[in-house]
């Protein structure tokens, strides 16, 4: 069973909303389903919650030391308290799905993400499970760092939302170990598509535009 589920983004304000944070995003939403309060804790360095599902504990972490230095968190931790790679689940922001869509994996490489490079580093494997958000790609390799640390659109921002709340009801899979349940529930997930316009005869006659006349820290996040 997964014991250690790890949010990945950058600490801040500045940061919250943006789609490098989408790891915060998950973890809070399973935060409010198990019924738990994150709090700071140095010795973990980052924000934790801990709680008990069928007598097992499980522990709910927000590194707070910036994107790049996610595997100091994830190793103290997980050493701590004796959690083995392939019971730790990492979940963060991924360019190469399109918002609204999800993957689980087991292992394999950090491509790039330098959250996932520490995470290697710190623990001494690739070895873990990984929960990989779509944040969609910006198209031209450059522009990578400036579009994860931006806040997505609003029609994105809500395909993000809706693909962690569908993917958070993975999560007694996730906790009984039946990883193979929660992959086929996580990657069968449906994108809602958009409604059909109406036909024209049915559509409301526009309003003409003069009827209104009215007016009206040292660390620095890494990628």
């Known amino acids: 069973m997964i014991k250690l589920f790890v949010g990945l983004g950058n600490p801040g304000l500045e940061y919250e909303a943006t789609r490098h944070n989408a790891g915060f995003w998950w973890i809070?939403?399973?935060?409010?389903?198990l019924?738990?309060?994150l709090q700071p804790d140095r010795a973990y360095h980052g924000l934790?919650?801990?709680t008990s599902v069928n007598g097992q504990n499980v522990w709910l972490l927000e590194p707070q030391t910036f994107m790049n230095l996610s595997g100091?968190?994830?190793?103290?931790?997980a050493r701590f308290f004796k959690i083995q790679a392939q019971?730790?689940?990492v979940i963060h922001d991924e360019l190469d799905i399109a918002p609204g869509e999800a993957k689980l994996k087991l292992g394999g490489s950090h491509a790039g993400h330098n959250g996932l490079r520490d995470i290697h580093a710190q623990l001494g494997t690739d070895q873990y499970w990984r929960l990989r958000v779509g944040i969609g790609h910006p198209g031209v390799k450059s522009e990578v760092a400036n579009w994860v640390l931006k806040k997505p659109a609003p029609d994105q921002r809500t395909a993000i939302e809706d693909c962690i709340h569908r993917t958070s009801l993975a999560l007694p899979h996730l906790l009984s170990g039946d990883m193979v349940k929660a992959t086929h529930m996580i990657h069968t997930a449906k994108v809602p598509r958009p409604k059909p316009p109406r036909p024209a005869h049915l559509?409301?006659?526009q309003e003409s535009p003069l009827a209104n006349t009215s007016t009206v820290n040292k660390d620095s996040p890494s990628v």
């Open 28 to 33: 809070d939403t399973i935060a409010r389903d």
């Open 35 to 37: 019924k738990v309060q």
């Open 48 to 50: 934790v919650a801990r």
């Open 72 to 77: 100091k968190s994830v190793a103290a931790l």
């Open 87 to 89: 019971e730790i689940l």
């Open 203 to 205: 559509a409301k006659p």
